[in-house]
């Protein structure tokens, strides 16, 4: 099992382009978060799912938008690439039952 | 809303050495508690977890860590570190049956050899 998978790992948008980060888990989990890491600040929720064709926002939601495209995956949206988006972005899963997340490795993003 | 709280930014220690990283959450009902680990280039994997029982949670690699819930803490502990704990640490609470997770700010330890 991989777990949960994140592409691309870096990325460098110039401001206001586009992109998509994705991300994948083969782990069965109903609720899957996108959460940003920033330095001084820990991680914070951005958006999640939890379940299969419900998204909610988190704390940051600002400037991004999500899919939960099946039970696998959950795309996060930057529609127009902002400097202050410039961070390390984090996929996780989690069974529905208990809060423990597992983690993917990282999309370290920057805009300039 | 919940908050948590880490008491120190940064820790630098000696081989051998115990380490305490303290954690504080503001939450009035029911707490699931968890400490995840950040070893430098990866990323966050859970070191333990407490959701109800014993206060006193065994995690791996030699962790630990005590809920009080009359201070509203849940302290990480290590008797004896290695050089290999050097990484970040992040205490994270989510209230009941809340999906969301709120992390500390993280604290880096640092092991010198």
């Known amino acids: 099992n991989a777990g949960v998978t994140q592409t691309p790992k870096f990325q460098v948008l110039k401001t206001g382009q586009s992109m998509t980060l994705q991300c994948a888990q083969d782990?069965?989990?109903?609720?899957m978060y996108w959460y940003r890491q920033d330095p001084g600040m820990g991680l914070r929720l951005i958006y999640y799912s939890a379940s299969e064709g419900t998204t909610d926002k988190g704390e940051v939601p600002n400037g991004y938008n999500v899919s939960r495209l099946n039970k696998r995956e959950f795309s996060l949206r930057l529609e127009s690439a902002a400097p202050s988006q410039t961070s390390v972005y984090f996929c996780?899963?989690?069974?529905?039952?208990?809060?423990?997340?597992?983690f993917g490795p990282g999309t370290r993003l920057t805009v300039l | 809303a919940q908050s948590v709280s880490q008491h120190n930014h940064h820790v630098i220690l000696s081989e051998a050495a115990s380490l305490e990283l303290g954690c504080n959450y503001s939450y009035g009902g029911t707490v699931n508690l968890f400490w995840y680990v950040q070893y430098p280039g990866q990323h966050l994997q859970l070191l333990l977890k407490y959701f109800s029982g014993d206060p006193l949670v065994k995690g791996i690699k030699g962790f630990e860590a005590e809920f009080i819930k009359s201070k509203f803490s849940f302290n990480l502990r290590k008797p004896s570190v290695q050089w290999s704990d050097t990484a970040e640490y992040f205490c994270?609470?989510?209230?009941?049956?809340?999906?969301?997770?709120?992390f500390g700010a993280g604290t880096t330890v640092t092991v010198r050899a």
């Open positions: 782990m069965n989990h109903n609720s």
């Open positions: 994270a609470v989510n209230g009941g049956n809340d999906y969301k997770l709120s």
């Open positions: 996780a899963g989690g069974p529905i039952s208990y809060n423990e997340q597992f």
